[in-house]
C-alpha cells in the first residue's frame, strides 16, 4: 500500500500527525495550510491517556515531555489581584502515567520538525475545489495548480473548509462562550505559575513559563450566539474588550496588549457533530471531524488519536468505516465530557464562584484531597482512555 498521493488540508495538531505515520507507511505526503507559516499559537494544552501512547509510538514522548509546562502553581484571584486560593498544579490536574501538558505552540513546532523532511508542506494556500470520480480526488487550490490525489483529508479545524464542501452546511453545537488566547508580556511576576480571576459568565487566565517567554492570557466569556467575520481579528478583539472591559484584576492592562499581539486566537466554544466523518475519498480528521470544545481539554488528544487510527486504516477497503467504528465511543465520550466541562469554565454566578473558591480555598487542608480530587476527574481519565492503542 504505498505510493498513494494523499493531501491533508491543515497544518495544525491533526495534520502534522497524519502525515508522520502516513509518511512512515511510504505515502507521498501534501499538507496545506491556509496561514502564510505555521501557526504556533495558543494556550497550554493537555495530553493524556491514550494520546500519550501515540506520541510515544512516534518517538516523540521525550520531546514533549522536555517541552513540558512544568506547571506548578494554580492561584485564584479576587478583582484587586489578591490571592484568595492556591493550590499545588498537581494536584488539581491529576495527570496520571505519561499525561503531560505543553505549549500548543510547542507540540506544533515538535510534530512539523518530525515531518519536515519526508512531507511536502504547502502554506499560504488553500483547496478550492474537490472533484471525488471514486478513483481519485481532483484538487484546485486558491493558489497552487490543480493536482489530483488518491485521498484528501480535512484536517483544518473547527470551521473546516473540507467538511463544508463534502459534507455542505453541518451546524456546530455552540456551548455558550468564546474563548481567546494571546501572548502578553512577561511581566506577571510568576513562574510556571497559572493565575486565574473569574467574575459571573467571565474567566481570565494567564500563564508564565520561564522569564524571556511571553506569558499567554486567555479570556473566556459566556454569550448568546454572535455574529462576527471569522476573518477579521480586529472585529473578533472589540468583542472581547466588550465583555472584560473594567471587569477587574489585570482585565484592562491585558486588552492593551491583545492590541500588540501578534498571536491572537479567537473561537467560539463548540462542538462538531456528525454522523460519519468521511464521504468517498475525503475524510476528516481531529476538531474538523468531532471538536470537543478547548472546556474538554481533549481535542489534543483526540486529533493525535484520531491521527494513529486512521493512518492504519487509510487506504485499506473498508478503512474509512474501521477507522470511524475504532473512534466513534471514544470521541462520544470526549465530547460528553466537553459539554460538562463548559458550565464549571465559566459558572454564571457570584454564589457559584464563592462556593468553587471556598472550594479551592479548603481543599489542601482536606484529610483525603487526592481521593476527592480523583473522584472529580474520573470522567476525564476515563474519556481520555476510551479506546485501547
Ligand atoms: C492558532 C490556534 C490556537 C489554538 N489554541 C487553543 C488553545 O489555546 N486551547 C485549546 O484547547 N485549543 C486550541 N486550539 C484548538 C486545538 O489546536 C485543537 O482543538 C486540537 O489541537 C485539534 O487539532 P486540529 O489539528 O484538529 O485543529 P487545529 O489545531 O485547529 O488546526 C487546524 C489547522 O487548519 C488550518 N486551516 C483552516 N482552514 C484551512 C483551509 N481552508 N486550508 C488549509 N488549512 C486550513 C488552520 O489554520 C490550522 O492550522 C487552537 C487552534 C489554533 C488553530
Known amino acids: 500500500m504505498t505510493n498513494l498521493r494523499v493531501l491533508i488540508s491543515g497544518a495544525g495538531i491533526g495534520g502534522p500527525a497524519l502525515a508522520f505515520w502516513l509518511a512512515q507507511r511510504g505515502f507521498e505526503v501534501t499538507v496545506v495550510e491556509r496561514a502564510g507559516e505555521l501557526r504556533e499559537a495558543g494556550y497550554k494544552v493537555d495530553v493524556r491517556g491514550a494520546a500519550t501512547e501515540v506520541l510515544r509510538r512516534m518517538g516523540l514522548l521525550a520531546a514533549a515531555q522536555g517541552a513540558d509546562t512544568g506547571m506548578q502553581l494554580i492561584t485564584y484571584v479576587n478583582k484587586g489581584g489578591k490571592p484568595i486560593a492556591q493550590l499545588p498544579a498537581d494536584l488539581l490536574m491529576g495527570r496520571r502515567g505519561d499525561d503531560l501538558e505543553i505549549m500548543r505552540g510547542d507540540l506544533s513546532r515538535i510534530l512539523h520538525d518530525a515531518t519536515r523532511e519526508q512531507v511536502e508542506y504547502v502554506f499560504g494556500d488553500s483547496v478550492a475545489t474537490l472533484t471525488d470520480d471514486g478513483e481519485g480526488v481532483d484538487v484546485t487550490f486558491e493558489k497552487g495548480a490543480p493536482r489530483r490525489f488518491d485521498y484528501v483529508v480535512g484536517a483544518d479545524g473547527l470551521h473546516s473548509l473540507t ?3 463534502v459534507l455542505g452546511d453541518t451546524p456546530l ?22 493565575v486565574m480571576y473569574s467574575r459571573p459568565g467571565r474567566l481570565v487566565f494567564a500563564y508564565a513559563m520561564e522569564p524571556g517567554r511571553p506569558a499567554k492570557v486567555g479570556m473566556v466569556f459566556a454569550s448568546p450566539e454572535l455574529t462576527y467575520d471569522r476573518r477579521d481579528p480586529a472585529a473578533q478583539k472589540q468583542l472581547v474588550r466588550a465583555a472584560f472591559e473594567g471587569q477587574g484584576w489585570r482585565s484592562d492592562e491585558f486588552l492593551a496588549a491583545m492590541d500588540a499581539a501578534d498571536d491572537f486566537y479567537f473561537d467560539s466554544m463548540s462542538q462538531v457533530e456528525l454522523p460519519s466523518w468521511s464521504s468517498g475519498r475525503v475524510v476528516l480528521l481531529g476538531d474538523a471531524a468531532h471538536c470537543p470544545s478547548p472546556a474538554s481539554g481533549q481535542g489534543t488528544s483526540l486529533a493525535l ?6 493512518a492504519q486504516h487509510l487506504g485499506e477497503p473498508g478503512g474509512l468505516a474501521a477507522y470511524e467504528s475504532a473512534m466513534r465511543t471514544y470521541v462520544e465520550k470526549n465530547l460528553a465530557f466537553g459539554r460538562k466541562m463548559v458550565k464549571d469554565m465559566v459558572p454564571g454566578g457570584r454564589l457559584n464562584i464563592a462556593f468553587r473558591n471556598y472550594g479551592m480555598r479548603t481543599l489542601k487542608f482536606h484529610p483525603q484531597k487526592e481521593k476527592v480530587i480523583d473522584k472529580v476527574l474520573a470522567p476525564m481519565h476515563e474519556a481520555a482512555n476510551a479506546i485501547t492503542i
Open 163 to 165: 467538511r463544508r464542501t
Open 173 to 194: 453545537s455552540y456551548l455558550g462562550a468564546y474563548i481567546s488566547i494571546f501572548s502578553v508580556p512577561n511581566d506577571l511576576g510568576v513562574v510556571r505559575e497559572e
Open 305 to 310: 488519536v484520531g491521527a494513529f487510527v486512521l
